[in-house]
């Protein structure tokens, strides 16, 4: 995949997800229900990946990680290790701008409870490939849980071995990226303290040192 390609607004490739999309327009029909594009500038060095748009956050609002608990966390870091400016108010309309940093997901649609299967992510992954074609000064990639984590590895063609996932680990691929994980920030997650507001800033604290050596 030579050009930059994202899914159509009516991307009928997983035929389960569609399924779901139909049903949610019906159910939901205030939402955005479609694929989620990206959000933020193709020139920056930082990808932040998710697994998928939640139900009631991005497939809703029709941008990553808006509208749910765990765009309140990441917005609010971002802001305060200088990716982002504005004001965060769970809407794609607020004027929030990312700054040296893109967000993006590995399956672009809303799975049925959060749960993309295998062949899914697979269908999904040219659109991802495609993704890190277009990001010419891409330096590092934070992997928001242990199945992006993975998807980022088939991804790049790796072995799922290779580089264990674990929150706050860093790992140098020999195409010159360096990956960098998080547990995800979910509401459970940080209810169940899994994951503290501060350990996620230690790994945003870890990804600006990189950026900025």
């Not at 159509?8 to 939402?31: A, G, H, S």
């Not at 966390?73 to 701008?97: I, N, Q, S, V």
């Given at each position: 995949?030579?050009?930059?390609?994202?899914?159509?607004?009516?991307?009928?490739?997983?035929?389960?997800?569609?399924?779901?999309?139909?049903?949610?327009?019906?159910?939901?029909?205030?939402?955005?229900n479609g694929p989620v594009r990206p959000f933020g500038p193709l020139d920056a060095r930082l990808l932040i990946v998710g697994l998928?748009?939640?139900?009631?956050?991005?497939?809703?609002?029709?941008?990553?990680?808006?509208?749910?608990?765990?765009?309140?966390?990441?917005?609010?870091?971002?802001?305060?290790?200088?990716?982002?400016?504005?004001?965060?108010?769970?809407?794609?309309?607020?004027?929030?701008?990312?700054?040296?940093?893109?967000?993006?997901?590995?399956?672009?649609?809303?799975?049925?409870?959060?749960?993309?299967?295998?062949?899914?992510?697979?269908?999904?992954?040219?659109?991802?490939?495609?993704?890190?074609?277009?990001?010419?000064?891409?330096?590092?990639?934070?992997?928001l849980g242990q199945v992006a984590h993975q998807a980022m590895l088939r991804t790049f063609g790796l072995k799922l071995s290779s580089?264990?996932?674990?929150?706050?680990?860093?790992?140098?691929?020999?195409?010159?990226?360096?990956?960098?994980?998080?547990?995800?920030?979910?509401?459970?997650?940080?209810?169940?303290?899994?994951?503290?507001?501060?350990?996620?800033?230690?790994?945003?604290?870890?990804?600006?040192?990189?950026?900025d050596g």
């Open positions: 995949m030579t050009a930059y390609q994202q899914p159509d607004i009516d991307c009928q490739l997983c035929p389960r997800l569609v399924e779901f999309r139909r049903k949610n327009q019906e159910k939901f029909p205030e939402f955005y998928a748009p939640g139900l009631k956050g991005a497939n809703a609002t029709g941008r990553p990680f808006t509208g749910d608990y765990a765009g309140d966390l990441l917005y609010e870091t971002l802001k305060k290790f200088g990716f982002a400016r504005g004001t965060y108010d769970k809407r794609p309309d607020d004027g929030l701008e990312l700054l040296d940093c893109r967000i993006t997901n590995a399956v672009k649609c809303v799975p049925p409870e959060n749960k993309p299967t295998g062949p899914e992510a697979n269908t999904c992954r040219p659109f991802l490939i495609s993704e890190f074609d277009a990001m010419k000064n891409l330096s590092a990639i934070l992997c580089l264990k996932f674990g929150h706050g680990a860093s790992h140098k691929m020999e195409n010159g990226i360096t990956l960098f994980d998080s547990y995800h920030c979910s509401r459970y997650n940080t209810q169940t303290y899994r994951l503290t507001p501060e350990m996620f800033e230690n790994v945003f604290a870890g990804i600006r040192a990189h950026l």
